[in-house]
T-cell receptor
């Protein structure tokens, strides 16, 4: 079956530090990969996505590259801000008929301190 | 435009009671999904609708859970004989059509069963 494994949190960084949140997956076929973000008191928002191998998703200074050979989709940002404090979820959606639901990791809580 | 809306935002009920949770998807979106998010976990898939029909209900935990979407727009998730273990945030998401990879999430309904 499908599964997503994310690095355990919480992660605490100082403002302007470099961020990496690791994500690896197990899936049949060729999944699409996503990072969703949940800010305090808000709903899940799509942060970025990649639909095929070697694609790079990017948004708001965050990036992630779909690595089929290592089944990974690590999230990175060069310089985090206090406003990036949130819970980040890696997710996949498998390809093929009937495979429409998202499978999520457990989430990684990021706290950025001034 | 308006996003996915869910009502109520919070629901407190007693063990054994019946509850209904409502989801109003983005206008024109034909695909609708329900997920459940327990504390400290990622969302888990419950059921998927394409139009009026439940195309995949493999994530419903047992027969106390049921969902409908009679006119292909608003959906209601129904839980009978609630148990304390049903306490969670219930998330609804929609996408324009079944093959659209991006799902847009509502703010969720936080259910507490006492």
């Amino acid at each position: 079956g499908n599964s997503v494994t994310q690095m355990e949190g919480p992660v605490t960084l100082s403002e302007e530090a470099f961020l990496t949140i690791n994500c690896t997956y197990t899936a049949t076929g060729y999944p699409s990969l996503f990072w969703y973000v949940q800010y305090p008191g808000e709903g899940l928002q799509l942060l970025l996505k990649a639909t095929k191998a070697d694609d790079k998703g990017s948004n708001k200074g965050f990036e992630a590259t779909y690595r089929k050979e290592t089944t990974s989709f690590h999230l990175e940002k060069g310089s985090v801000q206090v406003s990036d404090s949130a819970v980040y979820f890696c997710a996949l959606r498998n390809s093929g008929a009937g495979s429409y639901q998202l499978t999520f990791g457990k989430g990684t809580k990021l706290s950025v301190i001034p | 435009g308006a996003g996915v809306s869910q009502t109520p935002s919070n629901k407190v009920t007693e063990k054994g009671k019946y509850v209904e949770l409502r989801c109003d998807p983005i206008s024109g979106h034909t695909a609708l999904y329900w997920y459940r998010q327990s504390l400290g976990q990622g969302p888990e898939f419950l059921i998927y609708f394409q139009g009026t029909g439940a195309a995949d209900d493999s994530g419903l935990p047992n027969d106390r859970f049921f969902a409908v979407r009679p006119e292909g727009s608003v959906s209601t998730l129904k839980i009978q004989r609630t148990e304390r273990g049903d306490s969670a945030v219930y998330l609804c998401a929609s996408s324009l059509y079944k093959d659209e990879v991006t799902q847009y999430f509502g703010p969720g309904t936080r259910l507490l069963v006492l």
